[in-house]
């Protein structure tokens, strides 16, 4: 059974730091892209960033670029997610996804879900 947990989550300040994880059991992910998304109350999912599988494919949302960095340790099934500088604004429940069939930006692509972790930044 395929399994994405994440870890990492808490309340921080703004202008603070967290990294986030999504640790993949079940089967490799080492060929696959991985990606983070997130949501609010009330609104949609929207993407974070994404990592392929060949070195230096990254992508980020605007909103945190120059902020966040994506990265990957194939030989461990894992992703991370480091923020910096975190804002109000970046509170939500963080989700690592992997292996979408399509594009990378949406989430409806992506065919394995983690649960989800709490990201509280207070102002």
């Known amino acids: 059974q395929v399994q994405l947990v994440e870890s990492g989550g808490g309340l921080v300040q703004a202008g603070g730091s967290l990294r986030l994880s999504c640790a993949a059991s079940?089967?490799?992910?080492?060929?696959?892209?991985m990606g983070w998304f997130r949501q609010t109350s009330g609104k949609e999912r929207e993407f974070v960033a994404a990592?392929?599988?060949?070195?230096?494919?990254?992508y980020y949302a605007d909103f945190v670029k120059g902020r966040f960095t994506i990265s990957r340790d194939n030989a461990k099934n894992t992703v991370w997610l480091q923020m910096n500088s975190l804002k109000p604004e970046d509170t939500a429940v963080y989700y690592c996804a992997a292996d979408p069939s399509g594009t990378l930006y949406r989430d409806e692509m992506y065919r394995y879900w983690g649960q989800g972790t709490q990201v509280t930044v207070s102002s």
């Open positions: 079940g089967r490799t992910f080492s060929r696959s892209t």
């Open positions: 990592i392929g599988w060949s070195v230096g494919s990254t």
